[in-house]
């Protein structure tokens, strides 16, 4: 590889690319080069990344990276937007159930594309089959793909 795509930090949730502190580590000592960043200057960046954002709500969330994800496509957005839905109905302990179902739901849906509607449609699918058991619910919009 050429290059690597970095986060200076997660706030997108499990979507997020790798963070740049943690690359600088895996690369020590190696022949890959990030750009001469330093431990040092990537600290100074995150302190004046964290100031900048320190009016915005960030769910906890949308501050991890989780593995899990890229096997259950849901994009940055959709994930923060739906797991704020699950908080307001008390239901965001089934959070890591639904992106577990997720799986499943895109490869039955035929892998399209993790945008906006077809997420959101990825997504009440996987919340209804864990909610009211698998494919006893069809969500409209997964329905219609």
């Given amino acids: 590889a050429d290059g690597i795509d970095c986060a200076a930090a997660p706030v997108s949730g499990g979507t ?10 895996a690369t020590k000592g190696t022949k890959y080069d990030l ?3 330093t431990t040092e200057k990537v600290l100074q960046y995150q302190d004046v990344l964290r100031d900048c954002l320190k009016d915005y709500f960030m769910p906890p969330e949308a501050t991890q990276v989780s593995p899990l994800i890229p096997f259950s496509p849901m994009p940055g957005g959709a994930l923060t937007a739906n797991t ?20 499943e739901v895109v490869e039955k849906g035929g892998y399209g594309t993790s945008v906006t509607p077809v997420s959101q449609f990825y997504w009440q699918q996987a919340y209804a089959n864990v909610n009211f058991g698998p494919w006893k619910q069809i969500a409209p919009g997964y329905g219609k793909m």
């Fill in 16 to 25: 997020s690319q790798p963070d740049i502190l943690t690359m600088l580590h």
């Fill in 84 to 103: 704020q839905m699950m908080r307001d109905n008390g239901t965001l302990d089934k959070f890591p159930e639904v992106i577990k179902a997720m799986q």
């Fill in 35 to 37: 750009g001469g960043l």
